[in-house]
């Protein structure tokens, strides 16, 4: 048998240790996306629906059951994360065929649009000509498919979506000037009572504040005022309907809105004496706590970033 020179190394054993090696080196250690609430033990995952009070993983069914008792429901969402949308979609499928038709409140139209939102749901506009009566690109801009699902659910039902939301305009006017430089006629369409005295919602906007770019909004009190004048505005409005209607009712907006309840959900309770129940759809992107007064319940969800569209080259020609 012929003897291997020192040093020599079979050519196998060679390459299974570059592999090993490699392999090491281009397996590094991921932390999985993970959330705990505050003061319990244990984590969840994405896709997990945790009631937050209790701190226990529920199933949809469970979820649906519970929102029974609510009369009005308020689902939070990231306006461009896409799952979320299916989500909304699908609790609100559930609501309307366990307790039947519910108004959908809607913080994506204004206020002003609701007769041209009557008409559209009643049959007398086609969808083209209500999207252009509702200038949709401008006073909201997210794409309108995200939320026709939404809509075309609640007109195949006979439910009625109800616009919450103020003029964006007036809103952006506050933010850089203060309620005191608006004009009386648009003072008056806003709600008739702010309230600016909540010093933990002042606290969490502070956070909001400080971490978004302010080329526009250098004063932080006129930028919580527009906060406070957006969600009292859509309260009132929300409340004006409980009024006349105690039909259960499903609220659509942004999480921030309805987090700890400081915004829309607190101000509609002051306003009129409603159970409301919250649903955070929450992007998990790492291991972090949530509280448990974030909302009633949260739904973790995959994050979604925006990818620009793959540029292809162009043929060459002969």
Known sequence: ??????????????????????????????????????????????????????????????????????????????????????????????????????????????????????????GDLTEEVFLEDVDWKKTWGFDYHFYRPLVLLTKEKGGRILAINTPRDIVKKVARAGLSGLEPMERDQLAGVIDLGNEKHRTYLRGVYEKHSRKNLKDFDFFYQAQCAWEDTMAENIAAYLKGDRDKMVVFTGNGHIIDKFGIPGRTIKRVPVSVSTILLYPLTKRETISKKAADYVWLTGDYHRKRPMIRPRPQRN
Do not use: W
Request: net charge negative; glycine share 10%; proline share 7%.
């Open 1 to 122: 048998m012929k003897k291997m020179a020192p040093g020599y190394q079979p050519a196998i054993l060679v390459f299974v240790a570059l592999f090993l090696l490699g392999g090491c080196a281009i397996r590094p250690q991921v932390k999985v996306p993970l959330a705990s609430i505050e003061g319990i033990p244990g984590h969840f995952g994405v896709g997990r629906i945790i009631h937050l009070e209790t701190g226990k993983a529920i199933s949809f069914d469970e979820l649906i059951s519970q929102l029974g008792s609510a009369d009005v429901v308020f689902i939070g969402e990231v306006h461009d994360n896409p799952e979320h949308h299916l989500i909304q979609v699908q609790i609100l499928q559930a609501l309307m065929s366990r307790y039947g038709p519910v108004t959908v409140a809607m913080e994506f139209f204004q206020e002003p649009q609701q007769s041209v939102i009557d008409r559209y749901m009643g």
